[in-house]
C-alpha cells in the first residue's frame, strides 16, 4: 500500500485509492484513519461528504463506532472540484450517492498530483455495482475492499441486505433498516440457490 510518503509537494501526478465494501465493514472508519495520517505527516487535507446523506448532521462524517471527523457537505461533486484547489489529500465518503461524473473529478484531481481517497458502498441492496463506484474501482491505483460480520451467519459479510420490502434504489438507513450478510445468506434471501 501507498504511504503518505509518496507524494511529494512537487506537481506530479497523484492518484486514487478506493475503500468499497458492504455497510458496517469499516469503510469511514478507514477513510478517517489514512486522512488522520496524512495530516500526521502535514499534509493538507480535506473531506467532503454528500448532502443526500443524512445519517450524521453537521459538517463531520462519522462511524458506526461513533469516530468523527470533519467533513464538508456537498450538493454535488462539482463542488469538491472547486473546493480542493489549495489542498493535497481530498477523502471523499458514501462516494456511491454522487453522479458518475464523479470519476472525471476524481482522475481530474489525482493528474494535478492531488490523492483522492474515496469510501463507498460498491453494491446496493440489490447486490448491483452502486453508482460511479465501479468506474472509481477501475481508474483507480489502489483498491481496499473491506468485509463485514454477517448478522446470520457470523462468516465474512460483503452484502448489504435491506430488511424492508422498499423497492427505492436510494434510502438512507443505519442497522435499523439494512444489514451486513453474507454470499450464501443473500442468495438464499434471493432464492437464487
Do not use: W
Request: net charge positive; proline share 3%; aromatic share 10%.
Amino acid at each position: 500500500m501507498l504511504s503518505e510518503y509518496s507524494l511529494n509537494k512537487k506537481p506530479n501526478f497523484g492518484l486514487i485509492e478506493v475503500i468499497c465494501g458492504s455497510m458496517f465493514s469499516g469503510k469511514t472508519e478507514e477513510l478517517i484513519r489514512r486522512i488522520k495520517k496524512a495530516k500526521h505527516y502535514k499534509y493538507k487535507t480535506i473531506v467532503f461528504k454528500p448532502k443526500i446523506d443524512s445519517r450524521s448532521h453537521g459538517n463531520y462524517i462519522t462511524t458506526h463506532k461513533n469516530n468523527k471527523h470533519e467533513a464538508f457537505t456537498v450538493s454535488n461533486e462539482n463542488e469538491i472540484l472547486k473546493k480542493s484547489k489549495s489542498y493535497q489529500v481530498i477523502g471523499i465518503d458514501e462516494a456511491q450517492f454522487f453522479r458518475n461524473s464523479l470519476v472525471t473529478i476524481c482522475n481530474k484531481l489525482a493528474n494535478e498530483g492531488k490523492r483522492i481517497i474515496v469510501a463507498g458502498l460498491d453494491m446496493d441492496f440489490k447486490g448491483k455495482p452502486f453508482g460511479p463506484m465501479p468506474y472509481l474501482m477501475a481508474t483507480a491505483e489502489f483498491v481496499s475492499k473491506l468485509h463485514a460480520v454477517c448478522a446470520k451467519t457470523g462468516e465474512m459479510a460483503n452484502y448489504t441486505h435491506r430488511k424492508s420490502k422498499d423497492k427505492r434504489l436510494i434510502k438512507i438507513g443505519n442497522d435499523n433498516e439494512y444489514e451486513a450478510i453474507s454470499r450464501i445468506s443473500f442468495f438464499n434471501k434471493k432464492n437464487i440457490l
